[in-house]
């Protein structure tokens, strides 16, 4: 792609940049970048990765290939307005607004070919794990281009967009719930006199290490769990403990409570 314009140019539009950057996937000076307000962060995209900053929008936006919609869930309905009296029939959009469905997305910038993305920000690393959805008119060509960019800041699958509601729940703001998870580590482990550092390193290398087994070992995580737990040992005695708290109904609420949250999001 020649010409692609981030509308909405905040953390998420960043880690995408610094994906496709990294891996060469879309040189820098095709990638444009414009925010409602911000205009320091746009220096700072330009200074560190090249791109442009949007100077005058009906000239980028009358011969953009592919428009991002990057800006918050409240502000997309006036940023989709503004967008689209310039877009052209072909250009294609490529949405990681959460909650916003390809069919409102059609409604005010027409029956384009649209993709719904709903990436992490491990995507500033290239690890994102992203569920990607299409509108029936983009192309077998168009599906596998927006698939290799994609797959420049991690993983991505395909599903279908009634589907993208519990995966912002879980993938979306999975880093969220992990990193939720270490502060729990820390608060817990300093109680016994552990430095913090010392608690940060050993739970992020266990974190990273339990990953890389799902990964690799093709076993499933009951299995692997097991192998870990020794009969009347401290593993059994600690899942124990989670499950008198009720650990998986715990979890189980904060995936329904963000699925929800993402359909209202869509209804608004
Ligand atoms: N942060 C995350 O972990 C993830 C975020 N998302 C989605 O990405 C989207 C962006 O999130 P963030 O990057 O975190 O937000 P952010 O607040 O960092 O950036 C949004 C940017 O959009 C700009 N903006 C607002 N209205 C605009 C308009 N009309 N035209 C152009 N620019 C406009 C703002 O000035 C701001 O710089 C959200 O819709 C969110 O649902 C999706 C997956 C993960
Ligand atoms: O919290 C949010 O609404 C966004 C969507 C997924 C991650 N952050």
């Known amino acids: 792609m020649q010409t692609i314009v981030f509308a909405g140019a905040g ?21 444009h970048v414009m925010n409602k ?22 000239a980028i936006l009358t011969k953009a290939d592919c428009v991002i919609l990057a800006m918050k869930p409240k502000d997309v309905m006036a940023g989709m307005n503004d967008l689209a009296p310039y ?12 909650g916003t469905s390809i069919e409102t997305i059609q409604s005010v910038l027409g029956n384009r070919p649209v993709v719904r993305v709903m990436p992490n920000t491990s ?4 690890m994102s794990a992203s569920g990607m959805a299409f509108s029936e008119e983009v192309s077998d060509e168009l599906k596998a281009t927006f698939k290799k960019m994609l797959e420049a800041i991690g993983l991505v699958i395909e599903v ?14 999975g880093p ?11 608060q817990a482990g300093m109680k016994y006199g552990l430095e913090q550092g010392t608690i940060r390193s050993l739970a992020v290398q266990t974190i990273a290490g339990a990953a890389e087994m799902l990964k690799q070992s093709n076993e499933e995580p009951t299995e692997l769990r097991r192998k870990v737990t020794s009969p009347g040992g401290t593993t059994a005695a600690g899942i124990q403990a989670l ?16 699925t929800k949250r993402s359909i209202e999001l869509a209804a608004e």
């Open 11 to 31: 953390s998420m539009a960043e880690a995408i940049i610094q994906g496709w950057v990294k891996e060469g996937v879309v040189v820098p000076p095709a990638i």
């Open 37 to 58: 307000s911000n205009e320091e962060k746009l220096a700072k995209l330009a200074n560190s990765y090249g791109v442009q900053v949007v100077s005058d929008r009906r």
């Open 87 to 98: 877009l052209r029939e072909d250009t294609a959009v490529l949405s990681v607004v959460a």
């Open 123 to 126: 995507a500033t690393i290239g």
């Open 160 to 173: 279908k967009e009634e589907e993208l509601h519990a995966i912002t729940a879980l993938s979306g703001s």
């Open 176 to 186: 969220a719930y992990l990193y939720y998870l270490v502060e729990a580590f820390e």
């Open 243 to 258: 499950e008198n708290h009720h650990f998986k109904q715990a979890i189980e609420a904060c995936i329904d409570e963000a």
